[in-house]
């Protein structure tokens, strides 16, 4: 059996033209790069193609500073028949005071696709250690809240005409 690729680390430096108007990296940056993260690391385990379909939690714990070194770590938390849970943690490294914070943390449900943009079926996840099996056990947590919510928020969907709009 070959060994499952859970875990992805990619490291960026936050440059200017990441920045927002207070002069700090902007959230939609960030927003890209999890993306990117949670798509390479997803894409790795499964070995195909996978689109995004939701994200949630989060949380911009603090700002994260032009010229800081950040690395994404991605792991895959849960995986079900097609879709994987894979949470991102965002630590932002000073490179004059080698400080390092926790900025950014937050879980992508993503899918894998066929060529034709079909569904797959995406291999079982094996649980190797405590931590591991904590992040499993906190994924299938998070995916029925997600339905949860989601069927409250199509409970709540109201259909809104063009003339409405304006």
Do not use: W
């Not at 108007?21 to 193609?49: E, I, N, R, T």
């Not at 849970?85 to 390092?100: S, W, Y």
């Amino acid at each position: 059996m070959n060994k499952q690729e859970k875990y992805l680390t990619m490291t960026v430096l936050m440059t200017p033209d990441m920045a927002n108007f207070s002069g700090h990296v902007h959230g939609g940056s960030l927003l890209k790069l999890l993306d990117q993260v949670a798509y390479a690391c997803a894409a790795k385990y499964c070995k195909s193609y996978v689109v995004t379909a939701a994200l949630d939690q989060v949380f911009f714990m603090q700002q994260v500073n032009v010229g800081e070194l950040v690395s994404f770590y991605a792991h895959v938390n849960y995986v079900g028949r097609s879709s994987m849970e894979i949470g991102v943690k965002v630590i932002a490294e000073n490179l004059r005071t080698h400080e390092k914070r926790h900025t950014t943390s937050c879980y992508f449900t993503m899918v894998a696709l066929d060529e034709h943009g079909k569904t797959i079926e995406v291999a079982r996840l094996t649980l190797e250690t405590e931590a591991e099996k904590r992040r499993y056990a906190g994924a299938e947590i998070r995916k029925k809240l997600r339905q949860e919510s989601l069927e409250k928020v199509r409970a709540l969907n109201i259909d809104v005409t063009e003339e409405e709009l304006r």
